[in-house]
């Protein structure tokens, strides 16, 4: 049986490669965001004279506009896929009016390209109401997505997965988002330290997600907690309304 000093020699080494692989991630997103604004310009500039071109007397091939067609279309395509990962590269305090609908979508949406053994796609469900908060749309974003990720490991082994992402407005005039799932139990010890920087029960897991997303969302003036049962696995986003 290894001795107490070896247990923790053992664990300081497993912090040290966590620690290491945050490192090489924080790079990897600072590398993607300069990597999607120097694609954005150009794919931006194809995009805008392939519409000059489009209206162009001179293009009046129709073999011709078929291909300006497909490549607008390519365009646009990429241009929207470059927004929706662009807002989770960018940092840094930049508050405006957020729809949460619309934050809550794209979310949703970049969930599928997490790096998971099954593809579950988000059940949405999302109020009819327009639901605005001034903020950091980025933080949020990515405080919903860490949210969503802990819930599909949640009901990673789970018969019947399910994750359902709600946004509605309580009484009072706040803003709801709620991340559903039908996985187990948060027992009373994790859950005692499931928002502490570290902890976490996954083998080789930074433990920081949950961490994270709390934070981003305390500074924008929100609140996150949860509720847990024997049916689904709740954690409640707060926002103020705009």
Known sequence: MPSEIEQLQSEIKRLHRL????????????MLGNFIHDLNNPLTSINGNTELLQINPAMSDPKLKKRLDTIQQGTKR???????????TKTGRND????????SQEAARVSEYLPKQSKLPITLNLSNKPL?????????AQAILLIID????????????KVVLTTDQDP?????????????TIDEQIAEFMFEP????????????LTAAKEMI???SGNLTYSTSLEETVFRITLPNS
Do not use: C, H
């Not at 990429?78 to 989770?88: G, T």
């Not at 570290?198 to 997600?209: N, P, Q, R, V």
């Open 19 to 30: 620690l290491a692989a945050s490192q090489r991630l924080f790079l990897t997103g600072t």
């Open 78 to 88: 990429l241009i929207d896929k470059l927004r929706q990962m662009q807002l989770f």
């Open 96 to 103: 405006m009016l957020v729809d949460i609908n619309e934050v």
């Open 172 to 184: 009072t005039g706040l803003i709801l988002v709620s991340i559903a799932n039908n996985g187990p």
């Open 150 to 161: 802990n819930a599909l490991d949640s009901v990673a082994d789970v018969t019947n997965p």
């Open 198 to 209: 570290f902890f976490s029960t996954k083998t080789d897991a930074l433990g920081m997600g």
């Open 132 to 140: 605005t908060f001034t903020g950091n749309a980025y933080q949020i």
């Open 218 to 220: 305390l500074a924008n």
